[in-house]
């Protein structure tokens, strides 16, 4: 659909376009494509040629340098690392991404003996130069703490903190467990987990299964991972967080974090941060805010407001390559604390990689506050997309993805045989299709027990046609519905329309 010249055609069928009304929430246009596809390809073209002759050809030509040093000072001011409120043009972006590899170190240079590893041309388009120390990634190093930056400013962190991307939002929840135990019992660092009580912490039941799995990973116990109940809408209910943390004392066990949730998977409900905060603060205990789906909201200003109380955590994780449509994967974790806990927890003090003597600043050598050594430079590609899209694009899209899962909403509540599973708060619409053959079928056990067989069936359906991917599941004692998520800004109301029209189609006979 990005490739029709005029947005107010419908895209279901290409070779027979049929003019439409607009449609227009919060002052949001919703009919066709915000995205140029021919303009990104050309741009991806450009992009191409740049690596080729100059991450490939110049990287493996023993008469080129093997780095072009400047202290971390002097290359900031080549840079311009700041992210603003507008977007750069063309041109701009595609000279930061000759500067980026003109300052980064050849890492296919026959010349360059360094570390344990090197790369071959063959796997240079594949990936790019990893990050520990700033003598090996100056660039990849510096865009991160400009990115880092920005993030804990939405977070509401007015003295900053710390931070580093990392592997995925599955390891920046594990970062923070790790890091709420080290400082609860430090001396589990070096005495491991005889030198601890027994240790409990609290998530709710829609929480992402990562928290259990650190758990596991952790030596904690995913027993010792105490589940808090939700009300109706899937949000943590606080009472029953402090009965439980009141439990577990009287039990022996010591609590020593609360994971809270903004954004979850499947129904996208945030928990209420500011109570669960005054909670923490009562029981001294760290709180961590998996932002890593619904942390794109900060960028907005409209809808900031469903991770009120997130500045007052002590970590939270967020996920760029989600909401922000980063490229996989981008995960950035994050601490309020700015005594070098993070490093503290982590470090090894490697001699080989972080000598102290270094001739430039070695708090730019960021690999030691890392469980990985070797690290992609993930921070890279929302830093680039970020200078070219700007503060203001970016809450763009954010606001234009609610406002159209707020419209498929809606055009579900018109469609006989749709019904709503509950009204969206961010970008998950979850929704029942109930085919002609079940509508007559009062509420009750025969029609959920029939209904919690369609879903599979229509998504096999369309998996084998091709037409489209829309997700399912159930949900609790909840029969099997559909979830949709809106991201993409490619995505028009038509498309939505399409989505609605489909499932009907393939399952209107069951």
Not at 396 to 416: F, G, H, N, S, T
Request: proline content about 5%.
């Amino acid at each position: 659909c990005g490739l029709i010249p005029d947005s107010s055609f419908l895209p279901a069928d290409p070779g027979h376009p049929v003019k439409c009304s607009p449609v227009i929430i919060d002052n949001i246009p919703l009919n066709g494509p915000t995205v140029n596809v021919l303009a990104s390809e050309n741009f991806i073209h450009q992009s191409m040629s740049i690596i080729v002759e100059n991450a490939i050809k110049k990287a493996t030509d023993v008469r080129e340098k093997v780095c072009e040093w400047r202290s971390p000072e002097q290359l900031k001011e080549l840079l311009d690392l700041e992210l603003r409120d507008g977007g750069e043009s063309e041109s701009e972006i595609l000279q930061r991404f000759k500067d980026a590899i003109r300052y980064s170190v050849k890492t296919s240079e026959c010349l360059k003996f360094n570390e344990l590893r090197s790369e071959h041309r063959d796997t240079t388009l594949g990936k790019w130069l990893p990050e520990y120390t700033y003598e090996v990634a100056p660039v990849f190093t510096l865009a991160e703490e400009a990115v880092l930056k920005k993030m804990m400013e939405l977070i509401g962190w007015k003295d900053g903190g710390d931070g580093i991307f990392n592997a995925g939002g599955s390891m920046s929840n594990m970062y923070a467990v790790n890091l709420a135990r080290y400082r609860c019992c430090p001396d589990i660092k070096e005495n491991g987990l005889s030198a601890a009580p027994r240790l409990v912490m609290f998530t709710s039941q829609e929480c992402h299964y990562s928290i259990s799995k650190a758990a596991a990973l952790l030596g904690i116990g995913t027993k010792n991972v105490y589940a808090i109940p939700s009300d109706e809408r899937g949000k943590m209910i606080p009472s029953a967080l402090e009965e439980q943390i009141l439990s577990a004392k009287s039990e022996g066990a010591v609590p020593f974090m609360v994971n809270a949730t903004a954004g979850t998977t499947v129904l996208g409900a945030f928990d209420p941060i500011d109570v669960i905060a005054d909670i923490c603060e009562k029981h001294n205990l760290w709180l961590h805010v998996d932002a890593c789906w619904g942390g794109a909201a900060l960028v907005s200003s409209k809808h900031k407001h469903l991770l009120k109380g997130i500045h007052r955590a002590d970590s939270v994780a967020w996920n760029p390559h989600k909401m922000l449509m980063a490229c996989l994967q981008c995960s950035a974790f994050m601490v309020r604390d700015k005594t070098s806990l993070l490093q503290r927890c982590h470090s090894a003090r490697a001699s080989y990689l972080f000598q102290q003597d270094k001739f430039y600043d070695v708090s730019y050598d960021t690999g030691d506050k890392s469980v990985q050594c070797s690290r992609k430079p993930d921070a890279f590609k929302i830093w680039l997309m970020w200078k070219a899209l700007g503060s203001k694009e970016l809450e763009q899209r954010v606001d234009r993805a609610l406002a159209m899962a707020r419209y498929l909403a809606e055009e579900i509540k018109k469609r006989e045989g749709f019904r709503l599973l509950m009204e969206p708060e961010y970008a998950n619409i979850c929704f029942w299709y109930i085919p002609p053959s079940l509508q007559t079928l009062p509420d009750g056990p025969e029609l959920w027990e029939k209904l919690h067989k369609v879903a599979p069936v229509i998504k096999e359906r369309m998996m084998k046609k091709g037409s489209m991917m829309v997700g399912y599941q159930p949900h609790g004692e909840k029969a099997n519905f559909f979830r949709m998520i809106i991201i993409s800004p490619q995505v028009s109301r038509q498309d939505m329309d399409f989505v609605l029209d489909e499932i009907n189609n393939l399952g209107k006979d069951l």
